[in-house]
């Protein structure tokens, strides 16, 4: 069968100049040392994948990432009747824990989007709610338990917080142009919500 030469269809051309789309499509070629596979996204969503500190990619903005795709982790080994967090970021918390523990502290990392969070192959899921380190460090949507008038909001924010909602804010996947994507979150912020503390010092000493 013959295919017709799309580069001489006249319609085609014409959809083209309209979109004035004068070159051909971006291919990115796929690398896996670089790309999630499929298999390895099922299993982040699924199962999660055993990881350390210092296998994970730290984004510029702080988040982590494994890959091309961004994650959250929490710690495999945990002290019963404590309460559990999961990390969006490398928080000082998660810092301190490489560094006390080791460097190698095991980890999880995973892309469900709600707890119970799977731990590997173990049959019982954990529950753990977001990490408030995490969310004052990003200045996630404003919050901050230190500054007196944002503390009730900030309580708000922590006891509704959805994965869902954090990743609206910061692409799940795929990472493509993150410099374009922090400015992007940056502006967001700016226009919708209010300002952290941290970045509206940073506005002011301009
Ligand atoms: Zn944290």
Request: proline share 6%; glycine share 4%; net charge positive.
């Amino acid at each position: 069968m013959q295919l017709p030469d799309f580069d001489q269809f006249e319609p085609l051309l014409e959809l083209r100049r309209q979109m004035d789309a004068r070159k051909l499509g971006h291919f990115e070629l796929f690398d896996p040392a670089l790309h999630l596979t499929g298999e390895e996204r099922s299993r982040l969503e699924n199962q999660g994948i055993a990881i350390t500190l210092s296998q994970l990619r730290i984004l510029p903005d702080m988040t982590l990432a494994v890959k091309n795709g961004r994650v959250v982790v929490f710690e495999q080994m945990y002290e019963k009747g404590k309460k559990q967090h999961f990390h969006v970021a490398l928080c000082p918390k998660l810092e301190m824990s490489a560094d006390f523990g080791s460097p190698q502290v095991p980890l999880v990392a995973t892309t469900c989007l709600h707890s119970p969070f799977p731990v590997l192959n173990h049959q019982k899921r954990r529950s753990l709610s977001v990490c408030p380190d995490c969310l004052a460090m990003l200045g996630y949507k404003g919050f901050s338990l230190t500054r007196n008038r944002r503390i009730r909001y900030s309580e708000q924010l922590l006891r509704y917080f959805e994965l869902t909602d954090f990743f609206k804010v910061y692409t799940l996947y795929p990472i493509r142009n993150l410099t374009l994507s922090v400015k992007k979150e940056l502006l967001h912020e700016t226009v919708n919500e209010p300002a952290s503390g941290r970045r509206r010092r940073r506005v002011s000493d301009q």
